[in-house]
């Protein structure tokens, strides 16, 4: 930390003395409790040497987590992503009663424990869960099994998309849209060529963070899974059951796949701060 | 103020476009528009004109089909317009903040409405960028065509969206105050040049503008509204010449008002009398001149008896404020008319040449 | 006077009503509304309401006195308390740590900045197992800090304090993105008011800048709480989980259900979202009331 100075456009207070303390402080703060953690995983993965790491990697449970991870993304975000597009459609260019009460609903699922989002689903579709007995009968499987881990992903991963998208188009308005329909365009045509070109980058945005958590969602798949290795157990899960087991090269070296997911995704993410911020719902400006 | 009136076309001879008939409209439940009625003839440039609320950009929005009327019929060359969807009006419509499609380039903005048609009535790629290229060069704005709305000023933002507007050959074209997000000196610019391309497009024009002074010196006609309503509508010269009433009065320019009365022909306004103007109300009024439109005598003429209190010169024009019958005027003089020897606390008569006489 | 009058026309002329859209919507030309409110509403149905409905309704088979002994059973009251109390430590001291890093990150120019205030979305991008896993490397007695605070006796990982250390790590960024575009958007004015009125640094910094904050640390504050309340993933490595002292609600969750304890397990869930509810209820109550005195 050699050249402490006041950010470029800031003129206001610089307390001077204190400046390098401060920046000192902030680092060591994060570097303790934020990036030291990142660090830890890679080190760990890699105690053991790099053929160890691969051979964690090629190990058949481990391909079959990533193999279920992604395959429940897969489902996962698409569907939250049309939905987050509809739901901003309707409550950012129309005016209606109970809209308000509807982005609540929205936002709803965030500010659950994810323990809760698995448990939900659970007491609907667990063995004495409301529609556990027809279940059985018909012989389908949700909990312990993919539709669980699809439907509890679903729920906690819900907001991201309308989140990012209804301020957004808020802030749009529908002046373009009503150009278009009076330049001769149809309702859909309008749809494709102007609000989804506009809407695009916060799009992209949204399904980013969207699959970041799908992937690395633990508590509630955690709660509808079984933990069957090779079967309902995900990536995070993966790393659960290896570390458990003490396997902690193992653990790690799952877990630096996330982790590298998540540095990723923290990357896209703020290449489109800064590359697309006028594009970008006003909180994620930089 | 200056106010020169553009050469009115002949209007009336030509034939009755747009028909607008009790058109009534309501928020919730704020009136926006209360029984509108009013026509345009073929070729016309019609102004809308009213303060903000006045319900002259929702009357707009009635036509352009973005807004749907509570009662009244619109018809554009005798065709029922309001059960036809906006996109099949063929309006060219120029939004207040212009709308332009941001992610797309100047060309793709205005050949939008040619792609968008349905497959059998699309012009060809090439006919298409023909037109493109004609509208850019109407609007003056070639060499820009992969420019982006972000990358222009407000001025050729504007010119963008009215050549996006012409592309569809409108039937009608709606402005929304064309000039309103402009500063004043592109505004007087863009003013003249809009009105020789609707005279060169040839195609009934509607647009909407609280300015009275760009109102009154575009338009063939000009629609006064006020809170809904139709207040008055006429020709720039005949509406500021003889406004409705005080409201349009005050609206079209600078006002001094005084109380009188009228009585047998005679009009009375403090120690001045004269003959009424035509057709003047009986008993007590409200008289109304323009601060520039009086002639100053010495204090044994006629006019209103007034003492100077304070005089501002501004450029060629001086500001006059002086005291009649306990009020406070503010006038105003071109340097010749000015009376000599003006100075605060001189005493002198003051004759509205054109006052106008509303019933109070 | 009136020669310029308009000729009034009947007003009942051509007035034939307009279908009126219902009155819960206003009108738009913008086609696709029934779609997408159908859509969502759809979607939320499913995925939202009707689980809720699960949750809010199953924990009464167990009766009223039922989910009160559920509740009050010594490990499960045990949990609740561990996890609101060191959720409420976690986030007092996120705001504190929140606003140094905020302050650093809008105010200083210094190498590394953009770095580091990226790094502040670490939290949130790193999945919360592989979060757990490593904090627990870190604190256990033979991890490079565990180690350290081993020598004068701490224990960290295993012991509450592991779970406050899990809990400030989720809450931070919360704290920071709530802080820093507020601090961005302060009036430059105000201060230099302030500093023309011969308020010193210090002075200004915490009788200007600190009350305007203040709703936006809050906020932070209650989010990190919120969040720190139902964490599993990173906390339950850390924790240990010994029934009674160091076992969070989340896990006990769990656990009931491993039991098949269904009731139980959606009482301790209703529990949490009904504690977290009110706790945020009030704190969005302190916010208004300090927006609103920020206004006036």
Not at chain 3, 232 to 252: C, D, H, Q, R
Request: hydrophobic share 50%; charged share 20%; net charge neutral.
């Amino acid at each position: 930390m050699t050249a402490v100075t006041p950010a470029a456009p800031i003129s206001r207070i610089r307390l001077p003395g204190i400046a390098p303390l401060l920046v000192l402080a902030s680092v060591a703060v994060m570097g303790g409790l934020v990036i030291l953690p990142l660090i830890t995983v890679f080190q760990s993965a890699f105690a053991k040497g790099l053929s160890t790491y691969l051979a964690a990697l090629k190990d058949p449970d481990a391909q079959a987590a990533i193999r279920l991870t992604l395959i429940v993304a897969a489902i996962a975000v698409p569907l939250n992503a049309a939905f987050g597009i509809a739901a901003a459609w309707c409550v950012a260019k129309f005016e209606f009663r109970g809209k308000s009460a509807l982005i609540t609903l929205i936002d709803l699922p965030f500010s659950f424990s994810p323990v809760v989002s698995g448990l939900v689903w659970v007491l609907l579709f667990g063995a004495q869960g409301w529609f556990g007995d027809y279940l059985v009968e018909h012989d389908i499987k949700i909990i312990f099994a993919l539709p669980g881990l699809v439907l509890a992903t679903i729920l906690v991963t819900l907001p991201f998309v309308a989140r990012e998208l209804i301020p957004l188009m808020q802030g749009q308005g529908s002046d373009e849209e009503a150009a278009a329909l009076t330049l001769g365009a149809s309702g859909f045509t309008t749809f494709w060529k102007i609000t989804l070109p506009n809407i695009r980058w916060a799009l992209l945005y949204g399904v980013l963070l969207c699959n970041a958590r799908a992937m690395g969602e633990f508590g509630a798949v955690s709660v509808v899974s079984g933990h069957i290795r090779g079967q309902t157990t995900t990536l995070p899960l993966h790393v659960e059951v290896l570390y458990n087991d003490y396997d902690f090269v193992g653990a790690f070296a799952a877990a630096s796949l996330l982790a590298s997911l998540g540095l990723v995704t923290l990357l896209l993410k703020t290449a489109l701060e800064w590359r697309h911020a006028g594009d970008l719902s006003a909180g994620r400006k930089r | 103020m200056p106010v020169t009136f553009p050469q009115a076309a002949n209007a009336e001879s030509s034939a009755l476009a747009l028909d607008i008939r009790g058109v009534s409209k309501a928020y919730g439940r704020f009136p926006a528009l209360k029984d509108v009625s009013l026509q345009a003839h073929d070729k016309e440039f019609l102004a809308l004109l009213g303060p903000s609320g006045s319900g002259k950009t929702t009357l707009l929005r009635v036509l352009a089909g973005l807004e749907t009327p509570d009662a009244g019929e619109v018809r554009f060359g005798g065709e029922d317009f309001l059960s036809l969807p906006v996109r099949r009006r063929r309006v060219g419509m120029v939004f207040q903040h212009y709308a332009l499609f941001r992610h797309m380039t100047v060309a793709q903005n205005i050949a939008f409405g040619l792609t968008v048609r349905p497959r059998a009535e699309r012009p060809a790629r090439e006919a298409v960028k023909a037109r493109v290229a004609e509208l850019l060069s109407l609007v003056q704005l070639e060499g820009l065509e992969k420019r982006f709305p972000a990358q222009l000023s407000g001025g050729q933002r504007q010119r963008v969206a009215l050549a996006r507007a012409l592309a569809i050959e409108p039937r009608m074209l709606l402005l929304d105050e064309p000039f309103g997000a402009l500063d004043a000196q592109v505004r007087r610019e863009l003013r003249r040049w809009l009105r020789e391309l609707h005279d060169r497009a040839g195609v009934t024009t509607v647009f909407v503008t609280h300015d009275q002074e760009e109102a009154l010196d575009l338009a063939d006609r000009v629609a006064i509204l006020k809170d809904g309503e139709l207040i008055q509508l006429g020709k720039p010269k005949d509406v500021y010449e003889a406004p409705a009433d005080p409201f349009v009065y005050d609206f079209l320019g600078a006002a001094c008002r005084m109380p009188g009365r009228v009585e047998g022909g005679r009009l009375t306004v403090a120690d001045w009398e004269s003959a009424a103007p035509k057709g003047a109300p009986e008993g007590s009024v409200e008289v109304f001149f323009r601060p520039d439109e009086v002639a100053f005598a010495p204090p044994d003429g006629a006019g209103l008896g007034a003492v100077v209190r304070a005089i501002a010169q501004r450029g060629p024009d001086v500001r006059i404020e002086c005291v009649i019958d306990g009020q406070t005027v503010e006038l105003e003089a071109h340097g010749p008319a000015l009376p000599p020897g003006v100075a605060p606390g001189l005493a002198l008569r003051i004759r509205p040449l054109r006052p106008r006489v509303y019933a109070s | 006077m009136t020669d310029q009058a308009i000729p009034r026309l009947d007003p009942t002329r051509g007035a034939a009503a307009r279908p009126r859209l219902s009155a819960w919507r206003e009108p738009s030309i913008l086609p696709g509304f029934g779609l997408s409110l159908g859509v969502t509403l759809a979607y939320l149905g499913v995925i939202v309401v009707l689980p809720l409905t699960a949750l809010a309704i199953r924990p009464w088979e167990l009766g009223l006195a039922g989910v009160w002994h559920a509740l009050i059973d010594p490990r499960v009251a045990a949990a609740l308390k561990l996890s609101f109390g060191l959720s409420a430590l976690a986030a007092l001291l996120s705001a504190p740590l929140g606003l140094l890093i905020a302050w650093t990150l809008t105010r200083y120019a210094f190498p590394g900045r953009r770095i580091l205030d990226a790094l502040v979305d670490l939290p949130f991008a790193l999945p919360t197992a592989v979060a757990g896993i490593a904090l627990t490397a870190i604190y256990a007695p033979n991890g490079p800090l565990g180690a350290i605070a081993a020598k004068f006796g701490i224990k960290t990982a295993y012991s509450p304090l592991g779970i406050f250390i899990a809990l400030v790590f989720i809450g931070l960024p919360f704290v920071v993105r709530s802080l820093q575009p507020v601090l961005q958007d302060l009036d430059n004015e105000v201060e230099e008011a302030a500093q023309t009125l011969g308020a010193t640094a210090i002075q200004r910094a915490v009788f200007v800048i600190l009350p305007g904050l203040l709703p936006a640390l809050i906020s932070g504050v209650s989010l990190a709480f919120a969040r720190a309340v139902g964490e599993y993933g990173s906390v339950v490595f850390i924790a240990g989980n010994l029934p009674m002292k160091t076992e969070i609600a989340p896990l006990l969750i769990v656990i009931k259900l491993e039991q098949y304890d269904y009731a139980g397990a959606a009482a301790v869930g209703l529990a949490m979202v009904a504690i977290s509810f009110g706790v945020l209820v009030v704190i969005n109550a302190a916010q208004t009331w300090l927006a609103k005195r920020g206004r006036a």
